[in-house]
């Protein structure tokens, strides 16, 4: 039922934005003096859409570009750049990093100085992309401009308005349109689930739970509570695990604050290259701590002045100050976890309150044994004795902290575009640090502060086998046609196309593809194969997540690859079409729309015969133009799959 009802909202909003548009412009002439004149372009935005600016960096959304035409060049000449209204710089959902765009009104201005003065009107065209928190459109207008000062306002037609006629170049004779009228995705949300956080949180508790600095506390607490009476006992063990998760989520308190402020500051520290970077750092500085060359500590006079009061004042608020010196006596063990929790959960986008869920969990797991045996003493037999386990625990740790640290530094280089640390360097990497984790748990090692090498027990083999088979697990990865191995660590890794070995083809995976429609059908024609046709663009992330996250499937991957004609067409290309293929299509209203790139025409394709404007958008047709099923947007690769096996079940 979940499944079904984010279908139909995705799909209720796929309509109202295709049906509206979100951006309406109107033109302006200023007349600064004789023959100087100021063009003002002014935008209307609908709320919770983004027009972007005409000034951006790579690597996002598709900068507003302005340009202004006319039959003369010798009219009139531009004077001085173009000057936009105020802007906004925030983390955009979309593209995963910040971006520099207008919300509500934009206005842009440009100075010319008319060299005909017998010249009334002026012509431009605007492309631009616009976004909400779901989808994108990329879209142009004309402009025009009237010099006697004349407000024009713009009609912004939606590319589905175009007329569909039979001498339509760009329309195809499609059959069961039917399946156009429903969608079959399932969209999938971005943010991690609040359940995964809590037990993340609580794993990472668990294992605060067996390091040196919190294992031998357990006895110790449990004996102190069990002096007392039995009902004070049971009472006052609830209320000093009740504390400890209270003072963890106090913990996260200033990130609802900062968020309040500012929405977006998560977001910005989960995409800036400086802060990944230093959060890179950390971690290396962490793992060092667990690697047993300095300890992090709290300063002993906090501890003792908050131990003296536990001792002096007893009672209720007495139990308090014993759980907060346990948080801070435990801090150069549980420090490192809680920071790498930290740090995961603000980097996830997912926003204070998943690090509050994490603190729970995290604080649970700690809390509980303390809580527990203190209503069941006899328990306290069954735990293992304390010993150098602990700090080989701790050194497993440490290793841990520095696989984890090569996720903010691959952050970092990918956001930047250095290429220091690609695909298979990253997993070298981790194979390097797994493999010296089975020396040092083999005993071949041992770190400076430690007596002697590890003794080769049962465990301490068994554990030293896990992490090779893990490191040989990973070899496979390195090979020119590594990209579909490693699966089981591909959240963590840089995505396949980031690689050092070159590509084969420009298609995504390197499948074939066609990026051009009737080339891509006469192939399926010849070879008897439907099509997946694929609606995309340079700057679409989702259409990126899908090829990484659902096309790397290898079920998915073999049933594209063996079974479709892949077809791909891009939406944003700004590449010119040759002269002989610039067409012209009519809008109902009798405007005319001239095609002059290859993204004009694929989305002027896109809307005329399929009714839609937005992307990732993936139809199957026959090779006799018939559609196969429903077309699906951004989903998960389980439903994808099905769509692809539904879609073959139903050639006739």
Wanted: net charge neutral.
């Amino acid at each position: 039922m979940k499944r079904l009802f984010s279908s139909f909202f995705f799909f209720l909003i796929c309509q109202i934005f295709v049906a509206q548009n979100p951006i309406s412009f109107s033109t302006d002439v200023k007349r600064i003096s004789e023959n100087n004149y100021q063009l003002i372009i002014n935008a209307d935005i609908q709320e919770n859409w983004r027009l972007y600016s005409k000034f951006l960096k790579e690597g996002g959304a598709i900068p507003t570009e302005i340009t202004f035409e006319n039959s003369n060049s010798n009219d009139f000449k531009l004077s001085g750049d173009l000057i936009e209204s105020e802007t906004i710089t925030k983390f955009d959902p979309i593209f995963g990093l910040d971006q520099t765009y207008f919300i509500n009104k934009s206005s842009f201005k440009q100075n010319i100085y008319l060299t005909n003065n017998s010249l009334k009107t002026i012509i431009g065209k605007i492309a631009y992309q616009a976004c909400d928190d779901s989808v994108c459109i990329f879209r142009e207008t004309d402009l025009q401009f009237n010099l006697d000062g004349s407000v024009v306002k713009i009609l912004n037609e939606d590319l589905t308005t175009l007329v569909k006629s039979k001498d339509n170049p760009l329309s195809i004779p499609l059959k069961n349109i039917e399946y156009l009228e429903t969608q079959s995705s399932s969209v999938v949300s971005s943010g991690n689930n609040i359940i995964d956080i809590i037990i993340l949180g609580f794993l990472g508790g668990f294992l605060a739970l067996l390091t040196p600095c919190v294992f031998p506390m357990i006895p110790l607490t449990v004996s102190f509570f069990n002096n007392k009476n039995s009902s004070d006992s049971s009472f006052y063990a609830i209320l000093y695990g009740s504390f400890i998760i209270i003072i963890f989520l106090l913990l996260s308190l200033p990130f609802h604050f900062m968020e309040s402020i500012d929405p977006e500051v998560l977001n910005r520290i989960s995409t800036n290259a400086l802060l990944n970077l230093f959060f890179f750092l950390i971690f290396i500085f962490f793992a060092f701590s667990f690697f047993g060359f300095y300890e992090l500590t709290i300063p002993s006079s906090w501890i003792n002045a908050i131990d003296s009061k536990s001792n002096s004042i007893g009672g209720s608020i007495g139990v308090f100050f014993m759980a907060l010196t346990l948080v801070l006596v435990s801090f150069s063990c549980t420090g490192p976890i809680l920071g790498s929790l930290l740090v995961g959960t603000i980097t996830s986008q997912g926003g204070a309150l998943q690090l509050t869920m994490g603190m729970l969990g995290f604080s649970v797991a700690l809390a509980l044994p303390f809580t527990l045996f203190a209503f069941f003493p006899k328990m306290l037999s069954s735990l293992p004795k304390s010993g150098r386990w602990m700090n080989t625990f701790k050194i497993i740790l440490g290793f841990l902290e520095l696989g984890f640290a090569l996720k903010f530094l691959s952050n970092a280089d990918l956001v930047q575009h250095w290429g220091i640390l690609k695909r298979e360097i990253y997993i070298g990497i981790w194979i390097i640090i797994s493999f010296l984790l089975f020396l040092y748990l083999f005993g071949i090692y041992k770190f400076p502060h430690e007596s002697s090498k590890l003794k080769r027990n049962k465990l301490n083999i068994s554990l030293s086998l896990l992490f090779l088979c893990f490191a040989i697990y990973l070899l496979p990865a390195l090979m020119p046609s590594g990209s579909n191995n490693a699966r089981l660590v591909s959240g963590f890794i840089p995505p396949s196309f980031y690689s050092v070995y070159g590509s084969k083809t420009d298609c995504p995976l390197n499948l074939n593809c066609f990026k051009d429609f009737d080339n891509g059908l006469d192939y399926a024609k010849k070879n008897d194969k439907p099509i997946l046709l694929d609606f995309t663009g340079w700057a679409c992330i989702n259409c990126r997540r899908v090829e990484e996250n659902v096309w790397t499937d290898p079920k998915v991957y073999d049933l594209i690859n063996n079974n479709f004609v892949l077809i791909s067409l891009y939406v944003d290309d700004r590449k010119k079409l040759d002269p002989n293929e610039r067409i012209e299509i009519k809008y109902k209203s009798g405007k005319i729309k001239n095609i002059n790139t290859i993204g004009e025409k694929a989305a002027t394709f896109q809307a005329i015969n399929f009714k839609s404007a937005s992307q990732p958008y993936y139809v199957l047709l026959d090779n006799d133009l018939s559609i196969l099923n429903s077309p699906i947007q951004y989903t998960s690769k389980e439903v994808y799959l099905n769509w692809l096996e539904e879609g073959l079940k139903n050639i006739k």
